[in-house]
């Protein structure tokens, strides 16, 4: 009977290879703010986080793209910002824009936003070409695509007439969320506290890859090539081997922003129509009339959004980082 029982469960682990493991899928990883999103407003720290980074995607061979806020040139040593930026399309990267300001469609109205694009390209577009590359990609700040519906048809003619394609987002972390609590700790040379940010960071990212995950099944009935919103940060660098090894635990395979987009998932209508930044997940939800699943999309955790808003308030009431910073705040939130 043992023995039976046994030689059954074997048949039936023979004959379901495939279906009990996940599929291989396909997922393009994006950092935005170039040359870096960091609460430190020291060169060293911007070209070595850029360093660490750009060497740890080769080593794994991932292809990505950097999406850059020309304004950033200036916060610090402008050769050196421009020679980070040089450093990604030596290392083989792309490089999008991200408008110069980082500032958001309300702020600026349809004609004061497509000027910021415009003015966002001055340096990296000629960068590019030296590198026989074309920039043609742009990721929306905050991921808000202008409202009303008028302004963001006026924003998206012009992107299409200028030769760009928008890159959405199918994938977010809130890895900026964790981001400026960790250089916190890295400037206080509090080890402790930075190896346990960077735990909750990864733990974090895994539950909302199998969200994201579950919310394509909600959507397209299968997993679709993913587009993952990052930050160039020293906590990315400083965790990309563990996030690489999470792709690969999840199969999922970095591939170019431009394959990743070749999935007809991208061709579904943006159905959202309000002012907020949200990811098309959202948006194509909205268009198809599904609901994704709620309950396990989490916001990071407790004592993560608390020391984010410490460093925040520490930064903007003149705290250490804040008052020798001789630029304005970093821009915060998704995108
Ligand atoms: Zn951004």
Redesign the pocket.
Known sequence: MKSSRLLLAALVVCATPAAARPSAGRIALTF??LPA?TIIPDQAYVNDLSRRLLAELRRHHVPAIG?V?ESKLDDLDRAQQIGVLRAWLNAGMELGN?TFS?DAPEELGARGYVEDIARGEAVTRPLMAEHGKREQWF?H??LKTGYPVAVRDAIDAWLTAHGYRIAPVTMDADD?EFAEPYDYAIAHHDAAGAAHIKAEYLSHTEDMIHWYRAAAQVLFHRDIAYVMLL?ATRLNADSFGDLFAMLKRNRLKPVPLAEAMRDPAYRTPDGYMGKEGVDWMERWALALHRHLPREDKNDPPRDIQQAYDKVDDDRCSGGSECSNSPAPPA?A???
């Open positions: 935005d703010d999103l999406f806020n991200h980082h990721r700040p905050y900026w930050h821009p939130g998704k995108g």
